[in-house]
């Protein structure tokens, strides 16, 4: 299997993942990567801003990580969004990631 370069940044207190965010899918789930390496993410959401609590949701079952330790730091009206995952290295969401996806 291709090893993946998602696009990670480390940040202060943990990690930061771009995602785009495809809206109006029949269900939730991960689409795969863009040529740059952000994740694809389909909502069942109507719109790319009552997508985020969902996208949060989504992130922190699939993930298994608690919903309280995200937050979308950059892109909460837009569907090119930067998560923050407080407490998490870049390797930590990178396996987590790889084992979902």
Same mark, same amino acid.
């Given at each position: 299997?291709? &090893? ?7 940040? &202060?207190?943990? *990690?930061?993942?771009? !995602?785009?965010?495809? /809206? ?8 795969? =990567?863009? #040529?740059?390496? /952000?994740? %694809? ?5 109507? =719109?790319? =801003? *009552?997508?985020? $609590?969902?996208?949060? +949701?989504?992130? +922190?079952?699939?993930?298994? !990580?608690?919903? *309280?330790?995200? @937050? !979308?730091?950059?892109? %909460? ?8 995952? #407080?407490?998490? $290295?870049? $390797?930590?969401? @990178? &396996? ?6």
């Amino acid at each position: 299997m291709k &090893k993946r370069a998602f696009n990670f940044t480390d940040g &202060k207190t943990g *990690a930061c993942l771009a !995602i785009y965010v495809i /809206v109006r899918a029949a269900n939730d789930h991960f689409a795969g =990567t863009t #040529e740059d390496n /952000v994740v %694809k993410i389909r909502l069942a959401s109507p =719109t790319v =801003t *009552a997508a985020n $609590s969902a996208l949060l +949701s989504f992130l +922190s079952q699939q993930l298994n !990580i608690d919903a *309280a330790q995200l @937050e !979308i730091v950059a892109g %909460k009206n837009k569907a090119h969004k930067l998560v923050s995952f #407080e407490g998490y $290295s870049t $390797s930590d969401l @990178e &396996k987590r990631l790889l084992a979902v996806m």
